[in-house]
């Protein structure tokens, strides 16, 4: 319930906000931009569209023009006389100040030799003409404007690549235009050429929609473009080639209209383009054309927004204006309420003892906020509590799969690229004999079943993390399963010169195990006292030991083994982690040995299942390890206890290590 005094939240704000029109202004600057916007695009579709008419009809008349004065200029009687060359030189400089178009060249050269005998621009000839172009004698009495030769430097005939480069406007479309010179006695003789640009270019003003003049043939060519490297390029190799092949479509089509087109004027700039088509000069066939381009970048066409923008941005200022005011108005009521409550907000994650804001404010919402908030600030910190803890636990339990992930895809890799390299070598026939790929397939043996075991134990760890790992158990001599695990690591004990110091007991051993998964564990341990010393000696030892049994008279036995080396150690704050999953030692000085982290607590899960036990002593780092490995004796003879040394150099067993790829 609200207390006397207190004004809705919602009536308050409702009755501030509609006295300003805010929405109904800013709908109506926003139709009022897009309508211009329209209008001017619309106007430079039809201004692009005319120019680019009248661009076409310029060139077609220029065109004409410059054939008929070329037609009559080879009618005249110097050109159809053999007048010397210098009569000739001095008479194309002449017409070359009176044709209608800009003249970069022209050039009088015989059409049978292709010698030029007059020339404005130097001695070699502006371009190759085909043969048989013209009739070897002139049949027409009147001149006939059909017999004129057109090209342009993009065209698909022939042009001589060894001719000037003729200085002019490079921007501007070229065209070479040809005609026969036939003399008095009506044969053909010479030929006129000129090489004209058709187009003036034009400088485009601020707002102008006349626009830059672009010219493509029928195929795609683009023959006249503002930026010279796209001359004589093909729209498809444009970046807005579908619109530029729909423009060519719609023209030859008889279409006149307008698009607009990204990055075809200038890099980054979308450009407004209108578009017409006027018969090809290059071609004598009808429907060869040209489609004549007016192109006018965006900005041009949109010149007078410029200035509707600045209308419509001193309505938006007036409107901020009074949107300020509005604040300034509200905040009495609004402000201080909401900042009192941030604050509150904001000093509860720093200090957990920061009072409680008190409702005592003006608005009913307001109040049942901060009570809220009181409410969502205690649960919030109980469950902060709560994840906190979790967090950190799922924290380490994260950084240990991380650990073992990578140093097991390590150690999955190192037995598979010796597989596949073994196998490959005798794949490829690269062995010189039957023994060397015996060497090679067993060396690619001997990997696999380290990959196996890699396996096995990532297996066995899953099946303990569910709780489905057993044992069979069964009387089994112990002297057996150490002897099988001493014969397999051997070699790898005498390949590192060490000393292997055991006696093995005179009596049988008689235990109830598992063993596989027994071996397995002597094999997890001596493997990591072979694989962690570098030199001096491994010790086994076997003791018998009474457990006294207050219930009966009778006692129980068992037999202590100890694995004991002279290797790199283990520091005293790491070993009681050994035995937990995917836990090495120090990093800096095992990580070079691999494996997985996995042997010792696969190991003491198996010794608990066979009523056995496993731990681990170190004296500290390269004082050695020592392992000692509990099981219970079904029976027993007298054995002898105690250390003899073997000389590992007098063994012949050919059985190949399979190396544990567990770490301490």
């Known amino acids: ?50 120019s680019a008419v009248r661009k076409g009809e310029r060139i077609e008349e220029s065109i004409a023009a410059l054939k008929s004065n070329l037609m009559a200029a080879s009618q005249t009687a110097v050109l159809k006389s053999n007048s010397s060359s210098e009569i000739d030189r001095k008479f194309i400089s002449q017409l070359a100040t009176q044709l209608p178009t800009k003249i970069q060249c022209i050039q009088l050269t015989n059409f049978q030799t292709g010698k030029v005998i007059a020339s404005t621009c130097g001695d070699r000839q502006i371009i190759s003409l085909p043969p048989n172009l013209w009739a070897e004698k002139q049949t027409d009495l009147l001149p006939d404007l059909s017999n004129v030769y057109v090209t342009t430097q993009f065209s698909k005939e022939s042009i001589n690549s060894n001719n000037y480069n003729i200085p002019g406007n490079i921007n501007q479309l070229q065209l070479i235009l040809s005609t026969p010179v036939y003399n008095n006695a009506g044969q053909l003789q010479n030929v006129l050429t000129v090489k004209s640009v058709l187009n003036q270019k034009q400088d485009t003003l601020s707002g102008s929609l006349y626009g830059n003049t672009v010219v493509i043939d029928q195929d795609g060519t683009i023959l ?181 992930l990578a140093n097991t895809s390590h150690e999955l890799r190192t037995p598979l690229n010796a597989i596949i390299g073994c196998v490959r070598l005798v794949r490829d026939g690269c062995c010189d004999d039957r023994e060397e790929e015996l060497d090679l397939l067993q060396k690619a043996d001997d990997a696999a079943i380290h990959l196996l075991n890699i396996i096995n134990d990532i297996l066995d760890l899953s099946k303990i993390e569910a709780g489905t ?119 800096t000085r095992t990580r070079k040995y691999g494996g997985t982290g996995l042997g010792l607590a696969i190991s003491r899960k198996i010794m608990a299942l066979m009523d056995g036990t496993i731990n681990l002593h170190s004296p500290g780092i390269d004082l050695g390890t020592t392992v000692e490995i509990t099981i219970p004796i079904v029976s027993s003879g007298f054995f002898t206890t105690g250390t003899t040394e073997l000389s590992t150099n007098n063994k012949t067993d050919n059985k190949t290590e399979v190396p544990s790829v567990s770490e301490r």
């Open 469 to 587: 790992l057993s044992v069979v158990m069964q009387a089994v001599d112990l002297r057996s399963i150490l002897q099988e695990v001493i014969d397999l690591q051997i070699i790898h004990i005498t390949q590192k010169g060490l000393q292997l110091l055991f006696t093995t007991p005179e009596q049988p051993i008689i235990i109830q195990a598992d063993p596989a998964k027994l071996k397995q564990v002597f094999l997890n341990v001596i493997g990591n006292a072979v694989k962690f010393t570098e030199k001096g000696s491994i010790t086994i030892t076997t003791t018998l030991e009474v457990i006294p049994n207050k219930q009966s008279n009778n006692n129980n036995y068992r037999v202590l083994v100890k694995v004991k080396d002279t290797g790199i150690g283990v520091p005293v704050e790491e070993q009681n982690k050994l035995f937990r999953p995917f836990v090495m030692a120090d990093g």
């Open 1 to 50: 319930m609200g207390k006397l005094g207190q004004s809705s939240f919602r009536r308050i704000l409702l009755s501030r906000i509609l006295l300003l029109s805010v929405p109904v202004l800013l709908v109506g600057e926003y139709v009022t931009y897009k309508k211009a916007r329209s209008g001017l695009l619309e106007t430079a579709r039809q201004n692009l569209t005319e």
């Open 224 to 404: 006249e473009h503002p930026q010279k490297e796209r001359e004589g390029r093909n729209i498809s190799q444009e970046k807005d080639a579908s619109r530029l092949q729909a423009i060519l479509r719609n023209a030859l089509s008889g279409q006149q209209y307008y698009l607009h087109l990204s990055n075809f004027q200038d890099e980054g700039v979308e450009s407004v383009v209108g578009y017409s088509a006027i018969p090809s000069p290059l071609s004598k066939q009808p429907n060869s054309k040209w489609v004549i381009l007016a192109v006018a970048s965006m900005d041009s066409a949109l010149y007078r927004l410029e200035e509707i923008k600045q209308v419509l941005l001193i309505l938006t200022l007036g409107l901020v204006a009074a949107i300020l005011l509005a604040t300034l108005y509200l905040s009495r009521d609004l402000a201080r309420p909401l900042e009192q409550l941030g604050e509150y907000a904001l000093n509860v994650g720093k200090d957990r003892s920061v009072n409680k804001v008190s409702p005592t404010f003006k608005i009913r919402e307001l109040n049942h906020l901060s009570e809220s908030l009181d409410s969502m600030v205690e649960r919030l910190t109980i469950w902060a509590e709560e994840l906190e803890k979790a967090w950190k636990e799922a924290q380490t339990a994260n950084t240990l799969k991380s650990e073992f």
